[in-house]
T-cell receptor, first 115, second 108 residues
Framework: DTGVSQDPRHKITKRGQNVTFRCDPI?????LYWYRQTLGQGPEFLTY????????KSRLLSDRFSAERPKGSFSTLEIQRTEQGDSAMYLC?????????????FGPGTRLTVL | QKEVEQDPGPLSVPEGAIVSLNCTYSNSAFQYFMWYRQYSRKGPELLMYTYSSGNKEDGRFTAQVDKSSKYISLFIRDSQPSDSATYLCAINDYKLSFGAGTTVTVRA
C-alpha cells in the first residue's frame, strides 16, 4: 500500500496522559499536514511541514501540542496532558508541492478518546 | 466568520435522484475549489476539484463554481446507495479550509 498511513488507528487515554501519533506520508511527498476533525465538523488545519521545516501552526495548536518531521519523511504529533476536549479524529495528509495546485492525500486518521 | 460555509443537511434521497450540495466562501482570492467524500471513520478522499469559475464534469458528478456569488455546488446524478457518505467542500490555498460537511443517504 503506497498511501498515507497513520498509527495507531484508535487511542483511548485518560485525562492528563501524553499521547503520540505517527504519520507516514506517500513516498517523495515533500509536504505533510495535520488536521483535526470533531464529530459533525469538517477537518481543521493544525500545522504543516515542507520537508523537515514546520512552516505554519494554527492557533488551534496550543502549547500542549507539538509536531515534528525530523528527517522530512514521517511525522509525529504529540499531545501532552490530554484534556477531554482533545477527543477527535487526527488526520494526516501529504502532497507533492508544485506552484499552483497542490493535491493532498489523506490517511485513515487516528481517533483519540480522552476519558 | 468561517472561510467556508456548507449547508449542514443531512440529506436523504431515493436511489436515482439528483443530489445537490452547496457551499459559500468568503475570500474572493481563492482559486481552487475541492469536493471530498468521507465514509464513516475514514479519511476524506478527493472527488474532484475546479479551478476558478465554471463547471467540471466527471461521470455522474458535476462541480460548479460561481466566483461572482462565491458559491460552490456539487451535483450527483442517478444517485446510488454507494454514494451514501459525507461530502465536504473545501478551498485549497496551500492548506485546506473545509465546510462542515453534508451527510447524504441514498435509499435503495
Amino acid at each position: 500500500d503506497t498511501g498515507v498511513s497513520q498509527d495507531p488507528r484508535h487511542k483511548i487515554t485518560k485525562r492528563g496522559q501524553n499521547v503520540t501519533f505517527r504519520c507516514d506520508p506517500i513516498s517523495e511527498h515533500n509536504r505533510l499536514y495535520w488536521y483535526r476533525q470533531t464529530l459533525g465538523q469538517g477537518p481543521e488545519f493544525l500545522t504543516y511541514f515542507q520537508n523537515e521545516a514546520q512552516l505554519e501552526k494554527s492557533r488551534l495548536l496550543s502549547d500542549r501540542f507539538s509536531a515534528e518531521r525530523p528527517k522530512g519523511s514521517f511525522s509525529t504529533l504529540e499531545i501532552q496532558r490530554t484534556e477531554q476536549g482533545d477527543s477527535a479524529m487526527y488526520l494526516c495528509a501529504s502532497s507533492l508541492y508544485r506552484q499552483g495546485y497542490n493535491e493532498q492525500f489523506f490517511g485513515p486518521g487516528t481517533r483519540l478518546t480522552v476519558l | 466568520q468561517k472561510e467556508v460555509e456548507q449547508d449542514p443537511g443531512p440529506l436523504s434521497v431515493p436511489e436515482g435522484a439528483i443530489v445537490s450540495l452547496n457551499c459559500t466562501y468568503s475570500n474572493s482570492a481563492f482559486q481552487y475549489f475541492m469536493w471530498y467524500r468521507q465514509y464513516s471513520r475514514k479519511g476524506p478522499e478527493l472527488l474532484m476539484y475546479t479551478y476558478s469559475s465554471g463547471n467540471k464534469e466527471d461521470g455522474r458528478f458535476t462541480a460548479q463554481v460561481d466566483k461572482s456569488s462565491k458559491y460552490i455546488s456539487l451535483f450527483i446524478r442517478d444517485s446510488q446507495p454507494s454514494d451514501s457518505a459525507t461530502y465536504l467542500c473545501a478551498i485549497n490555498d496551500y492548506k485546506l479550509s473545509f465546510g462542515a460537511g453534508t451527510t447524504v443517504t441514498v435509499r435503495a
